[in-house]
C-alpha cells in the first residue's frame, strides 16, 4: 500500500498519528472525508469507515455516530489544506477556484465551503468546511480488455471513457495512455498495435501525476505530458508544437473542450477522452453532446460503472451504437 | 615587561573596536543580501507561482552558488533547510519550521531585532492568496529598506567611532594602570 502511506504523510502531526494509530496502512482506501464537527470517513472495500473506540481504530460506519467517533475539527480541517499545499496555498489559487487541488502522487482534494464570488465569478474558497482526499491509483494493465477495441485494421478508433465518478475513468485512460504508447500486443488473438505519439493535457495532473513537469506515473515511452494546462488551449497548444498521433484528456464537458476535440480530429489526431455520464444515450440527451456524437468523432465508447468494483466494463460500443462486448 | 602589557591592552581594545566595527559592516552586508533574496523570493512566488518549499530551495541555491567565494552563506543555507525540511513532510505548521531553523543564524552578524523581523516575516508565509504574500513581502522589504539606509547612513561615523573608541580606551587603560 505504498499510496497509502504516501497519503498519510498528507496529514498533519495530529491526524497522521490518529492515522497511523488505527493502522490505516492495511485498508486499500479510496478516499477519506472531512466535514468540520463530523466524523472522519474513509471508502475502502465498497464500505465507509469511521474512527471509533477507545482505541479510536477503523469500525464500519453503520448507525448513528455516537460520542466515541473521532469528529472532524475545524483546526484538523484547516492545518490539512494548509499541510497538503505546502503551506502555498496561493500557488494552487486557480486550481482551488474550481474546489479542487491536487497534490503529489495525483491525489486529489475536493474543497467545498463559503465561497468568494467578484463579479459573478467564484474568486476564491474562503472557509473551507468539507474536504475530499481521493486517493490516486495507477493499475497497471487494467485496460487490458479493452484494447482490442479501441482498434480497427492496426488503427487506432478515437475513444470516450463514458463513467459516473468514481468508477475509474481516469486509471482507465491512463492505462490507454501507456499502452497505446509503449505498443500493445495480444497474445490470445495475435491482435498487435506499434506504438505511436501521445499527446497529453493533464490540466488536473491526475493522469500524470507531474512533479516539476516529470511525471510520476507511467504513461509511455511516446508519451508528451503538458501538466496543469487548461484542456481546450492545451489540446491546441500540443497538436501544434508536439504533432501527436493521439491526443489524450481527461473530464471533457466544455463547449471550448469540444471546440478543440474538434480541431484536434479535423488536423488528423486521434482522441482518447474521458466524461461524466452513465450511459451513450444519457450524453446524447445533451444537445451539444448529441451533435458532437452525431459528427462521428469517436469511433468508440466505453461505459464503465462501479458494479462489483471500480471500472467495471459495462459495454463498448461503436459509432453507430452497436455493442461490440458487454 | 610593563611596557610589554602595555602593548597588549592597546592592541586589544583597538582590535575590539576595530571588530565592533566589523560587525556594523558586515551586518549591512547581510542585510543586502536578504534584501536580494526577499526579491528573488517574490519572483519565484509571484511569477512562477512557486510553493514555498521550491522558491525558497530555488532562491537558497542561486545565492548560495553566487556568494560560496564570498563565504557569506548563512541566509541561503537558512532558506535551504528550510526548504528541506517542508519537503520532509513531517506534518509540522510552517512558522514552526520557519522558526526553529531561524536559531541557526543566531552566531550571525544579525541583531535580535533583524532576527525578529524575520521571525514575523514567516508567521505570515503562505497565508492567503498572491496578491497577500506581495503585500507581505513588500511590508518587509519596507523594514529591510529602512535598516540598510540607516546602517548605512551611519557606517563611516560608526566604524571610525569604533575603531578610535577602541584606541583611546586601551590608552586610557595604559594610563589608568601604569
Not at chain 1, 482498434?151 to 475509474?168: A, D, F, M, N, V
Not at chain 1, 505511436?196 to 500524470?208: F, M, N, P
Amino acid at each position: 500500500m505504498e499510496e497509502m502511506e504516501q497519503v498519510i504523510r498528507l496529514f498533519p502531526q495530529r491526524l497522521r498519528n490518529l492515522l497511523q494509530k488505527a493502522d490505516t496502512l492495511r485498508f486499500p482506501a479510496e478516499e477519506l472525508r472531512l466535514r468540520i464537527g463530523q466524523p472522519l470517513l474513509m471508502r475502502a472495500w465498497g464500505k465507509e469507515w469511521w474512527l471509533a473506540g477507545r482505541e479510536q481504530c477503523w469500525e464500519a460506519a453503520t448507525g448513528h455516530a455516537g460520542q466515541e467517533v473521532y469528529r472532524v475539527s475545524e483546526e484538523d480541517i484547516r492545518d490539512t489544506l494548509e499541510f497538503m499545499s505546502r503551506y502555498s496555498l496561493y500557488a494552487y489559487h486557480e486550481e482551488l477556484r474550481q474546489g479542487f487541488l491536487t497534490i503529489s502522487g495525483g491525489h486529489r482534494i475536493g474543497v467545498a465551503g463559503q465561497v468568494v464570488v467578484e463579479g459573478g465569478r467564484v474568486k476564491n474558497i474562503l472557509y473551507a468546511s468539507f474536504l475530499n482526499v481521493r486517493i490516486a491509483r495507477e493499475v497497471l494493465g487494467c485496460g487490458d480488455d479493452v484494447m482490442p477495441w479501441i482498434y480497427e485494421k492496426g488503427e487506432i478508433c478515437s475513444t470516450l471513457i463514458i463513467s459516473p465518478p468514481r468508477c475509474g475513468k481516469t486509471t482507465l485512460l491512463r492505462d490507454l495512455i501507456r499502452q497505446v504508447s509503449n505498443g500493445w500486443e495480444c497474445k490470445e488473438n495475435r491482435q498487435r498495435a506499434k506504438g505511436i505519439t501521445v499527446g497529453v493535457v493533464d490540466e488536473r495532473s491526475e493522469l500524470g501525476a507531474c512533479c516539476h513537469g516529470y511525471p510520476q506515473n507511467d504513461l509511455g515511452i511516446r508519451t508528451d505530458v503538458l501538466d496543469a494546462c487548461p484542456k481546450a488551449e492545451g489540446m491546441m497548444m500540443l497538436i501544434r508544437s508536439m504533432a501527436p498521433q493521439v491526443v489524450a484528456v481527461d473530464e471533457i464537458g466544455s463547449i471550448q473542450d469540444l471546440e478543440a476535440i474538434r480541431y484536434g480530429k479535423n488536423c488528423g489526431c486521434k482522441l482518447l477522452a474521458t466524461i461524466h455520464g452513465q450511459s451513450l444515450e444519457d450524453l446524447q440527451k445533451k444537445p451539444v453532446l448529441r451533435e458532437f456524437i452525431q459528427e462521428g468523432t469517436f469511433q468508440r465508447f466505453v461505459i464503465l460503472s462501479s458494479r462489483g468494483g471500480a471500472g467495471k466494463v459495462e459495454g463498448i460500443f461503436d459509432a453507430g451504437g452497436r455493442c461490440l462486448k458487454t | 615587561m610593563k611596557w610589554m602589557g602595555a602593548c597588549l591592552v592597546i592592541l586589544g581594545c583597538t582590535g575590539l573596536g576595530r571588530h565592533l566595527a566589523c560587525q556594523w559592516t558586515l551586518r549591512l552586508r547581510w542585510l543586502e543580501q536578504l534584501r536580494q533574496m526577499i526579491y528573488f523570493l517574490k519572483g519565484e512566488i509571484l511569477y512562477g507561482h512557486a510553493p514555498l518549499g521550491a522558491a525558497l530551495e530555488q532562491v537558497g541555491g542561486r545565492c548560495e552558488r553566487a556568494e560560496s567565494a564570498r563565504g557569506c552563506c548563512g541566509l541561503p543555507r537558512f532558506f535551504r533547510s528550510v526548504a528541506k525540511r517542508i519537503g520532509m513532510q513531517e506534518g509540522e505548521i510552517f512558522s514552526d519550521i520557519w522558526k526553529e531553523e531561524l536559531a541557526q543564524l543566531k552566531d550571525s552578524p544579525l541583531k535580535e531585532e533583524d532576527l525578529a523581523g524575520l521571525k514575523s516575516l514567516g508567521d505570515h508565509l503562505g497565508y492567503l492568496d498572491l496578491s497577500m504574500q506581495e503585500r507581505n513581502l513588500l511590508l518587509y522589504l519596507e523594514h529591510l529598506d529602512g535598516q540598510i539606509e540607516y546602517l548605512r547612513m551611519h557606517r563611516k561615523e560608526k566604524t571610525k567611532l569604533y575603531t578610535s573608541l577602541g584606541v583611546m580606551g586601551g590608552l586610557f587603560l595604559t594610563v589608568a594602570m601604569l
